[in-house]
Structure formats: C-alpha cells, structure tokens
Nanobody, 125 residues
Framework: QVQLVESGGGSVQAGGSLRLSCAAS????????MGWFRQAPGKEREGVASIDMDDNIRYADSVKGRFTVSQDNSKTILSLQMNSLKPEDTAMYYC???????????????????WGQGTQVTVSS
C-alpha cells in the first residue's frame, strides 16, 4: 500500500500563490498514477490535476494556466504550484493515488483508492 501525507496549505489573498506537497511512502512503483482533488464545503470532491504512469498531465479547466502539477523522479513527492489564486479555489485539497491506469477517468474520485488526510487552502478576496 501507499501512504500519502499532504502539506503546504494555508491562507492567502486573491492573486497570491501556494505550493502543496504530497509525500508518498510505502509501495510506490513507477507505474503509479497520482492526482490532486479538492472539496469545498457543500460541494462534491473534484479532480484538480493528475500525472499518470507515462507522465501525462491533466488539469481541470478551472485551474489550467494557473496551477502546475509536478512529481520528482522517484514519484514519492507530488507537488501542486497554485498561482493567481481565486476565492473559489478555497477548499480542502487531497492527494490521491492508484496502482491502476487513471487515464481518461483521472478526475473521478472512484478511480483512486488511496487518499491523504487533506490540507486546507483558503483564499480571501
């Protein structure tokens, strides 16, 4: 199994930046698919970005051009650089992983089996 621990959340004003990190431990093969999800109060959890086993990167339309996801060579650190933050980005952000191919279904919560505890991001206007 893989264990995931997020860090880097906090409070920032609109237009600011934050960088989230997810440390993966345990069994982390090169074929693992990892992603970031977020959940705002009263809303469903939604996919933000993912990196699959072939290093294909996908983003939700709402964050394209503002967020950048990256992963170290060992695939044990997943990062999310968030720029030009907006109040609507306020949410709990979760790191997720699956040993299966995530591909076209990367944004579906059900695609991922392993989850971190989440880190809060609050953007004020």
């Amino acid at each position: 199994q893989v264990q995931l621990v997020e860090s880097g959340g906090g409070s920032v004003q609109a237009g600011g930046s934050l960088r989230l990190s997810c440390a993966a431990s345990g069994y982390v093969p090169s074929s693992i698919c990892m992603g970031w999800f977020r959940q705002a109060p009263g809303k469903e959890r939604e996919g933000v970005a993912s990196i699959d086993m072939d290093d294909n990167i996908r983003y939700a339309d709402s964050v394209k051009g503002r967020f950048t996801v990256s992963q170290d060579n060992s695939k044990t650190i997943l990062s999310l650089q968030m720029n030009s933050l907006k109040p609507e980005d306020t949410a709990m952000y979760y790191c997720a992983a699956t040993y299966l191919e995530c591909g076209a279904y990367w944004a579906a919560e059900s695609t991922f089996r392993y989850w971190g505890q989440g880190t809060q991001v609050t953007v004020s206007s």
